[in-house]
């Protein structure tokens, strides 16, 4: 049973930086596909990034091109999304996933989720 621990959240300043990671169990991690997700109160799990098993390939939500990265270390088993540029309407629980399958940006295909953790950017 994979499992996976997102890492990194906190409070910054708008303008600022965070990087995430989301750290995974087990020795599948490389074989697949990843993604970031978001969800504020009262809205639906948002698209942000993902990555193919070699990190070569990524795709990123209009809102977050340009400002952040993913990226992962399949030696470590861990995956990374470095936010740059933050703003406000960044804020949000940030989810990793493992990708089942299909769309990239679709929740439901998504089989593995963290337990999120917290970026608050003050304006």
């Known amino acids: 049973q994979v499992q996976l621990v997102e890492s990194g959240g906190g409070l910054v300043q708008a303008g600022g930086a965070l990087r995430l990671s989301c750290a995974a169990s087990?020795?599948?991690?490389?074989?697949?596909?990843m993604g970031w997700f978001r969800q504020t109160p009262g809205k639906e799990r948002e698209f942000v990034a993902a990555?193919?098993?070699?990190?070569?390939?990524?795709a990123y939500a209009d809102s977050t091109k340009g400002r952040f990265t993913i990226s992962r270390d399949n030696a470590k088993n861990t995956m990374y999304l470095q936010m740059n540029s933050l703003k406000s309407d960044d804020t949000a629980v940030y989810y990793c996933?493992?990708?089942?399958?299909?769309?990239?940006?679709?929740?439901?295909?998504?089989?593995?989720w963290g337990q999120g953790t917290q970026v608050t950017v003050s304006s």
């Open positions: 996933a493992r990708h089942s399958g299909g769309r990239y940006s679709a929740i439901t295909n998504y089989d593995t």
């Open positions: 990555i193919s098993p070699s990190g070569i390939s990524t």
């Open positions: 087990g020795r599948t991690f490389s074989n697949y596909h």
